[in-house]
């Protein structure tokens, strides 16, 4: 069982936008801003999209943002394309025992 | 361009041990602290292990602790999973991770920037 709640998928029609939840505690996602959203296509290594929240990597589209409310992140895929199809992961510091965790992962499905 | 290329993986035996590596180019290795992330098959991500970029801390998810330990030598860009006495839960895709700042303190170490193709190891009689 994973630390932190993420649906097990999600969908939406190209164009349309779609958001994905992360669901933690205080002792990470609510206690640090130091949550990061990944894309993993099958059979390949997983992406960076966000990170401390809400930051985008040079060359990630503006499409992806993240935010944040209390113990729960959350990603939104703004016009969604045929290439957003992927699993979506996220994560966040969790102290220096667990220091990292992450979510279940979320099958993103474009219709 | 940042490449991460791990191997060592392979099939064992339950009890068994299996050394992975990690070679690292195009950037500054000892100025990074690196991570190993893994995924069962058809599983999600679990973090394995993290070390800070000159070895002098470790940290380790509790369900590998004791049992596994990360490496590194910066003289040969390279990154290390020993893995001692092996389970069948064990078995997973191994990924390193360079983590995204350099000379990370413990929070922002926390970001995954570039990931290797992965290894595979099976854990299997």
């Known amino acids: 069982q994973s630390a932190l709640t993420q649906p097990p998928s999600a969908s939406g029609s190209p164009g349309q936008s779609v958001t994905i939840s992360c669901t933690g505690t205080?002792?990470?996602?609510?206690?640090?801003?130091?949550v990061s959203w990944y894309q993993q296509h099958p059979g390949k290594a997983p992406k960076l999209m966000i990170y401390?929240?809400?930051k985008r990597p040079s060359g990630v589209p503006d499409r992806f943002s993240g935010s944040k409310s209390g113990n729960t992140a959350s990603l939104t895929v703004s016009g969604l394309q045929a290439e957003d199809e992927a699993d979506y992961y996220c994560?966040?510091?969790?102290?220096?025992?667990?220091?990292?965790?992450f979510g279940g992962g979320t099958k993103l499905t474009v219709l | 361009q940042v490449q991460l290329v791990e191997s060592g993986g392979g099939v064992v035996q339950p009890g068994g041990s299996l050394r992975l590596s990690c070679a690292a180019s195009?950037?500054?290795?000892?100025?990074?602290?690196m991570h190993w992330v893994r995924q069962a098959p058809g599983k999600g991500l679990e973090w394995v292990a993290f070390?800070?970029?000159?070895?002098?801390?470790?940290y380790y998810a509790d369900s590998v602790k004791g049992r596994f330990t990360i490496s590194r030598d910066n003289s040969k860009n390279t990154l290390y999973l020993q893995m001692n006495s092996l389970r069948a839960e064990d078995t997973a895709v191994y990924y390193c991770?360079?983590?995204?700042?350099?000379?990370?303190?413990?929070?922002?170490?926390?970001?995954?920037?570039?990931w290797g193709q992965g290894t595979l190891v099976t854990v299997s009689s």
């Open positions: 994560s966040s510091y969790a102290g220096s025992n667990k220091f990292v965790v």
């Open positions: 401390e929240v809400s």
């Open positions: 195009g950037f500054t290795f000892s100025s990074y602290g």
């Open positions: 991770a360079k983590a995204q700042l350099g000379y990370c303190s413990s929070t922002s170490c926390s970001t995954f920037d570039y």
């Open positions: 205080s002792s990470d996602v609510g206690g640090y801003n130091y």
């Open positions: 070390i800070r970029y000159d070895g002098s801390n470790k």
